[in-house]
């Protein structure tokens, strides 16, 4: 049986390497308007995906006018003057496909997965909304009440729905991290139709922009069709506001308590951490899979199956462009005083400050870590999304090649350096979710 095992670890390590050593190939050029273009060929299914990713996201909005960047990305499907209002949709799945879009702190991301004979529709579609959106009173005041309801719905209304809200305005008094991307519903209905059409052709411009076509395409046919539908779109007039502040370091630990609609308590700890792609990141992503990644991570062992004092544990690396946000938090158990499982996790933490983690432990997250890097590019919709990111973020899309090698280079000596650096008391926000009930008349 031992032979058996020792043999099937061989094996899983041997394909996991060489899914890894297939190079993803690309082609990358500018268009003369600025806009950015890496095509990935891959003919093996009749499928091709067709991204958009602005540069933009909620930190490069006005203190004053939160939450354009998400609006944008619903007022985006409002249509042109050659696409009827409510047809975005339609039209695209009529053909076959499926599409969404997304909106971070940092970006905004538009994907579309269509037949491959469906390609010139895609970059039509795209190519419009990005020459000439359709933005009128009508659709404005549409997308206000979607918006608002979507806040509503999925933030107000929901349990421990404010949570991200209240830890990112605890943990940045200075930098527009401080608000997330669903924004405020006040600075919308404020907004006029002007201030709306600003920010699209401040930011929803060719050089802001990232398109990537993923799958089974011919590369020569497809720039030219590119050419086609994107070269007549003029470049922006205005430079590209990217802010500067700088977040100061924090000096003291912050503590906050929200009562709500809860039936758990929820403990949270937040740490100040470097941005994506620092050395630094690489090894507090690897110290995060330590303390909850799988049921034999440490947290999850010991603090809710052996101690039984919380239902739910997770430790989160938050990725961002600027320096972000190392979470771990903790559901309690039913009957668990906040302040228990508080100490609980605390002393996780505090051992892999005091110890290096095992070699068993590292050689599991190190394949861990390779298995997620392969899994997240082992679709053309996931190739052509790391590409985009890689080279909006770092401008280098070979990342997608190399970046595993910088994971691969994180020592065990590394992974308590920065649990010692980063997981300090004066470095961190505390957030605890409580019941009203509990909340003191």
């Known amino acids: 049986m031992k032979r058996r095992l020792i043999l099937f670890f061989i094996l899983t390590g041997f394909v996991l390497v060489n899914a890894q050593s297939k190079k993803i190939d690309f082609v990358q050029f500018k268009l003369d308007n600025g806009l950015n273009v890496i095509l990935h060929q891959d003919n093996n299914t009749p499928i ?39 047809e975005y949709f339609k039209t695209i799945e009529a053909a076959g496909g499926s599409l969404n879009a997304n909106t971070s702190f940092d970006r905004t991301y538009y994907f579309q997965n269509l037949p491959s004979n469906q390609l010139e529709l895609g970059l039509y579609m795209e190519s419009e909304r990005m020459l000439h959106l359709k933005i009128d009173s ?107 502040v700088v977040e100061p370091a924090q000096t003291a630990e912050v503590r906050d308590t929200v009562y709500d609609n809860v039936q758990l308590p929820l403990v949270l700890f937040a740490y100040h951490m470097p941005a994506q792609g620092t050395e630094d990141y690489y090894a507090l992503s690897m110290l995060g899979t330590v303390l909850t990644g799988g049921e034999s991570s440490r947290m999850t062992k010991e603090i809710k199956d052996k101690q039984q004092k919380a239902v739910q544990v997770q430790s989160i690396p938050f990725p961002l462009e600027d320096p972000g946000l190392f979470i771990a938090l903790g559901l309690c158990n039913r009957g668990v005083e906040p302040g228990d499982l508080e100490s609980s996790i605390d002393a996780e933490i505090q051992t892999v400050k005091k110890e290096l983690i095992t070699e068993i432990e590292f050689q599991k997250i190190r394949n861990q870590v390779e298995t997620d890097f392969v899994t997240r590019n082992s679709t053309v919709q996931g190739v052509g999304e790391s590409l985009a990111d890689y080279f909006v973020y770092f401008g280098d899309a070979n990342l997608i090649n190399t970046e595993l090698q910088r994971y691969m280079k994180v020592t065990r000596e590394d992974i308590k350096r920065v649990a010692n650096k980063y997981f300090t008391k004066e470095n961190r926000v505390v957030l605890y979710y409580l019941p009203k009930s509990m909340q003191k008349k």
Do not use: C
């Open 48 to 86: 091709v995906a067709v991204s958009v990713l602005y540069h933009v996201g909620s930190k490069n909005e006005d203190p004053q006018r939160t939450g354009f960047a998400h609006f944008f990305e619903h007022l985006m499907f409002e249509g042109s003057p050659n696409i009827k209002r409510g």
């Open 138 to 244: 009508l659709g404005v005041e549409t997308q206000r009440k979607v918006v608002k309801e979507e806040r509503k719905q999925s933030l107000d209304n929901r349990p421990y729905g404010t949570l991200i809200e209240k830890l990112f305005s605890n943990a940045y008094k200075v930098h527009p991290y401080r608000w997330t991307p669903i924004g405020s519903a006040q600075y919308i209905d404020q907004a006029n139709l002007d201030e709306f059409i600003a920010f699209y052709k401040h930011y929803y411009v060719p050089q802001n922009a990232t398109l990537t076509i993923s799958g089974d395409i011919d590369v020569a046919k497809t720039k030219e069709l590119i050419q086609k539908y994107f070269g007549e779109i003029p470049k922006g007039r205005e430079e590209i506001i990217r802010p500067k």
